[in-house]
């Protein structure tokens, strides 16, 4: 069974703004990396999702910090001001810069090129959660 909530972003980081009822969010580039700083935030959408199978899609509409965005799914209670959750279980997800995979024993592995952003052509990254039978696919732009 495909479960389809009213999704939004819910969570973020401290240097992020939720807006557009929740539909954008917005990294404020001023003051990024200082010094002890990884410069990743985490921003989550939805409730907690404990079974079945959850599909959503991300469209990026302007590039951040070196076009970087992290697009797939974490585990509820993470630091949203943390970045250091590639090396664990905790979350999985692609990496826009280079399509390369961060999770379940992948780091930076199988890349495949950066998402398209901003004016013109842009990538939707979508994500198909399946809690039950325990795996997740990742989509570009419908393939």
């Known amino acids: 069974m495909l479960i389809r909530l009213g999704w939004r972003w819910d969570e973020c980081g401290s240097k992020i703004t939720l807006s557009g009822e929740g539909l954008v969010a917005t990294r404020d580039e001023s003051g990024y990396q200082l010094v002890g700083e990884s410069g990743y935030q985490l921003v989550t959408g939805g409730s907690p999702m404990t079974e079945g199978r959850h599909y959503w899609e991300v469209e990026l509409t302007r590039a951040g910090y070196g076009g970087v965005i992290f697009v797939g799914a974490a585990r509820p209670g993470l630091d949203h001001d943390k970045g ?3 090396g664990t279980s905790e979350a999985y997800y692609i990496d826009g810069g280079s ?7 992948k780091l930076g592995t199988d890349a495949q090129g950066h998402f398209a952003h901003g004016e013109g052509s842009r990538d939707r990254i979508g994500v198909l959660l399946d809690l039950d039978a325990g795996w997740m696919r990742l989509y570009r732009s419908g393939t």
């Open 84 to 86: 250091e959750h590639d």
């Open 99 to 105: 399509g390369s995979l961060y999770g379940n024993g």
